[in-house]
């Protein structure tokens, strides 16, 4: 393989040299990528103009536009970036159908501000949200059989370290888990089967990658980088509790799962764990780190594990120095070349990719080696990678057809390069004739993650590819300096790739996947016993005082509410509980009070409460946010407030 | 016309008698136009199936879909409903270029987390944000003869009561005002031209209408109804301060102006000041407000008004009462059929629509003849009526084509309408053979707002028309209980009406104005000195301390900020702002702190601060959260809060 012992006399070099220094320079220079003006001799997709898109259009099998009336074929889930939430898209229209809260307040449909929402997301001591920021990065769905069974999605909140789990019959937010001693928890995925119990073939556990390092606890403000660590952390997939984690030399970034449930894996882009970034830039090679499942779950059963600080979790050693007979050890450190982005499971369950970022290279790594590692098989974890190709500047994430060719972005380039995986494993065994690039195909501008449909799951089926452009420039109308990025969808069913339509967004989608509209079947009512605290018969509404706790509770059935209006006393606190009786799909109500920072909505036999001071004397119109009915403008309520 | 003097005596009674039952039926049955059991005589389009879309696609002159790298040619800017933002759109295409902030939170871009945006939207005394729920309903735009001049977008907030500009050179939210003795804020639209100024032709004023009534001052819990007043108000353009308010009978709803500048006027549903609907709908005709626009303000100027509790703002008397001499009226008011909903103002600058909502009936009053009634020279102010026609079940509101057609949201029927104005004022003299009607088209489902590309300006090119549909059903892939609402694109270039394409959007659109890509011109990247607290030189950067309170001021330039670590001590009150020096087109960066609840954006030459309080010791990455470059994962800095 190139470049392992020695990348000085490896192949490829010139270019990763040049990139290396291209990096630096782009400190000085601003964005390297994106400046039209530096640009020319790196990112040449980037500084020219684009190819015409009707060279592209031509020949596709698959098509976007959809008729009025029709239905998309498959169902996207998006991370939506720092606004927070998930997005639910179709495909291949690109529409947004809804998006789903769950880290961020949201003013429609009342997330953050009812009882119920603020419980899941988490209060301080005096009722406030503890957070209301958020940035997600990556979305992925629950496996039964190695697809994905529609029960739940997780996606992660890197700036505070929280998991959140969305259940997919009712597409909302139900739990949110806020993982212990890290920081800057980016990476996530799923297993797929229990590494020991055969009959354990769908999701369990949940996978996560701490990117920062800190001290252990942290609770004193030391600047010494070297006392920092980072942690591999597992959450159970049905109770969202921590099980376990892992302190690791270097840090976490993206994570990967393989289909046998025995291997996690995350790659490092920092083993020289470097507080400022040319530290964080100095090795040539760094590591896909991978995680042997069962021994770490038996050492936490054999209690060889120490917890930090107020946390009960349990952490065993993955470190190197712990690690050294592969016999025993819970850790492999695989490396791979510089600042590695990225890491995917291959469909056929062999191969996790990993991309070079600052290296031109994508790694291919066999499991079954990695697992002969593991039984001292093996002469060193390194000798597990099968393939390590060049591929084009800046890779960074790699998804699959399910025909043996991976697709992989290319940062600096703005291409995808296609790939074929025997090819380069060929090529990478000796025979120089084997040709591993299949097609490459420009995209506007500096993509960052891509996936194909079903790409990670073994029925992944190489029909549609999307790619989430980090930077889009000039592709939409001018909205001013704050430009939305770019999700561009690619025909993958033919030979070449065709560029089928550019679809703007607000930052930042990173991650998605896309599966077949099959695998899920959504509820559209709710069931009104799922609600304790429901008001079930409009008789039981009416106003229940004890002293100056009130208890408003009534009911909505277009186009009324079953309280008329209703009475209080300046200083009251007052818990509002609303239950939608309307039963028919769609018939949603809103219910707003006017200067009191409230509305929410109620779906159809949904029960949400309120709390709240009524601070100011005066007459209220509640009233109906979400429309309903030809008299939705009447449907009201009023809240007097006497003095 | 029809059915002034007396209702029963009057076609279409038979049509109106039975909307009238039928929308009481609604109240026991649920959702009348939206359940399949009780929908089949009342609404078919929405009972039944979908008429196949190929027959409507074929044909059309316009189509929608773009190939990629296609700009498209207008914008639309569009109400995000009880998101509490504003949408932006390119046309035919229908996609989402960005959302701009203003009434409610945003985590992406750190709008009410930063200083600069929590200024704009106003704070308790505590710091806090003083509203974090709105419901938009109205996006109008800044006009210059009589088109659309670029400058400005306003849109209002129902829930509280505020109106929001933003500027359309940045897309930024600059003010926003909450208006005074008012609830239920609804209808808002710019003035046209000055009424007595002619070189003032544009837009130096926005008209606001209240639609629920209360006590004035509403500082008594008083149940009495009677006792309820609504208000019509008018907002400066430049200032955003409240100009004046009137006192009206009934309550306020939609909005429109005059092209001329003379004439404001508000539909009005609830004459009866019902404080239960039923009341609110026992009238057969309720009525269009017209306001003199030059009689206010000179009875402003003379002192003729009132003041209301802590309000200094000038309260003219609108009162039926107060007005009955027309040669001195402040206000007219034009009677039209049961609960109205909409008053749009022709492009040819003749005619105001009024639709009947629980009235089969579209409404046009010309404005001369109420000018002619301002003068004493109109009998009544009914008089102003030309037409009085027959369109369908459930018309709400009315977009225009230019070439002397309206097309009017049929709610019940699901559809719209296209008909022909001048046919309409003569069919209503008695010519029973002019044929007003001129199409019809199923639209999915329950339409509300409807607007054509330029339709509310005198360059309406009759184009694009958009519809923005309450219900969406079985339209797109199932997401759960909470639907998307479905905004349909259709040509109306031709003599039939063709369905473009479904998009689906959260819940609820409301209202949007469509134009042609050439009326803006937007700024791409900020004016460093635009900021007076901008960090101008990253040698400029540092930690500055006054005791606890503490400012950290530093840059950012891709890959790194100016600072790469900074020290505090447990409890200091830290002000942090951040330049982004980098001055590229795109390039935006985030500033994330972890566990402090800051996340925000600068972009590019634009400065932003937070202040927070470093309230728990440990070490803390703050990293840049808009993808930069390809270093952005390692853009980071330390902040080390030491016990």
């Known amino acids: 393989m190139n470049d392992k012992k020695n990348p000085e006399n490896g192949t490829g070099l010139g270019r990763r040299r040049f990139i290396n220094s291209a990096a630096l320079a782009g400190m000085s220079l601003g964005a390297l990528a994106c400046t039209d003006k530096s640009g020319t001799a790196v990112a040449p997709a980037a500084s020219g103009a684009a190819p015409a898109p009707a060279a592209h259009t031509g020949g596709a099998s698959n098509a976007s536009h959809l008729k009025p009336g029709e239905l998309d074929t498959y169902y996207g889930l998006w991370s939506g970036g720092h606004t927070g939430d998930m997005r639910v898209l179709g495909l291949p229209s690109g529409r947004e159908i809804t998006r789903i809260p769950c880290f961020v307040p949201d003013a429609l449909v009342g997330w953050g501000h009812t009882n119920e929402s603020k419980k899941v997301m988490g209060t301080r001591a005096d009722g406030n949200l503890k957070f209301s920021v958020a ?18 999605a997780w996606i992660n909140d890197k700036i505070n370290s929280r998991i959140a789990r969305i259940r997919l019959d009712y597409f909302v937010c139900d739990k949110i888990t806020e993982l212990p001693n890290v920081q800057g928890f980016h990476g996530i995925f799923p297993d797929k089967a ?29 600047d010494d980088g070297k006392t920092y660590h980072s942690l591999f952390t597992c959450v159970d997939a049905e109770s969202m509790d921590v099980r376990w984690q892992v302190l690791i030399d270097g840090n976490c970034d993206l994570t990967a799962t393989s289909y046998d449930g025995k291997l996690a894996a995350t790659n490092q882009y920092n083993t020289e764990m470097g507080v400022h970034y040319e530290d964080m830039m100095s090795a040539e090679r760094d590591a896909c780190l991978f995680f042997n499942i069962a021994r770490i779950e038996e050492a936490v059963k054999a209690g060889k594990f120490k917890t930090y600080g107020d946390s009960k979790v349990p952490v065993v050693d993955g470190t190197r120095d712990a690690n050294k007979d592969a016999k025993t050890a ?45 039984d001292g098989k093996l002469e060193s974890a390194d000798k597990a990678i099968v ?30 390069v296609k790939w074929n995986l025997d090819a380069a494993i060929k090529f990478h065994a000796g025979d120089k004739s084997a040709k591993y690039v299949v097609d490459r195909i420009d995209v506007q501008y500096q993509p960052g993650h891509l996936n194909a449909s079903q790409s990670e799951t073994r029925a992944a089926d190489g029909k549609y590819l999307a790619v989430g452009c980090k930077f889009s420039k000039d592709r939409f109308l001018p909205v001013g300096p704050l430009h939305p990025e770019n999700e561009q969808l690619i025909d993958i069913s033919g030979d070449k790739m065709v560029l089928l339509a550019d679809h703007p967004v607000r930052g930042e989608p990173h991650d998605f996947i896309i599966f077949k509209r099959e695998l899920l079947s959504p509820k ?10 429901a008001v079930k018969d409009p008789k039981d509404s009416g106003v229940f005082r004890k002293g100056n706790k009130v208890e408003v509770r009534m009911t909505s059935q277009a186009p009324a509410f079953s309280l008329r209006e209703f009475k209080l006393k300046k200083g009251d606190i007052v818990t509002l509980t609303l239950t939608n009786l309307d039963k028919i799909e769609d018939l949603t109500h809103g219910f707003a009070i006017p200067k009191h920072n409230i509305n929410f909505i109620v779906n159809p036999q949904e029960t949400a409460s309120v709390t709240f001071v009524a601070d100011k004397p005066g007459v209220y119109w509640c009233y109906c946010t979400h429309f309903c009915h030809a008299l939705h403008l009447e449907m009201r309520t009023r809240m007097i407030v006497e003095a």
């Open 194 to 222: 229990d590494p020991v119990d055969p009959k354990i073939n769908y999701t369990t556990r949940v996978f996560c990658g701490a990117e920062f390092s800190i001290p252990l606890p942290n609770t004193v403000g030391s």
């Open 387 to 416: 393939a390590e190709v060049e591929l084009g500047l800046g890779p960074l994430h790699t998804a699959f057809d399910g025909r043996g060719n991976a697709y992989t972005t290319l940062f600096l380039d703005s291409q995808v």
């Open 330 to 374: 819970l850790t492999a450190y695989v490396s791979v070349p510089k600042n590695p982005h990225g890491v995917n499971a291959s469909p056929d369950a062999k191969y996790f990719i990993c991309a070079g970022k600052l290296s031109p290279t994508g790694t291919v790594i066999e499991l079954a080696k990695v697992l002969d590692y593991f």
């Open 135 to 152: 940035d997600t990065h990556h979305v992925h769905a629950s496996y039964k059989d190695g697809n994905y069974d529609g029960r739940y």
């Open 524 to 533: 559209q009512v709710y069931n009104l016993d799922d609600f304790p605290n």
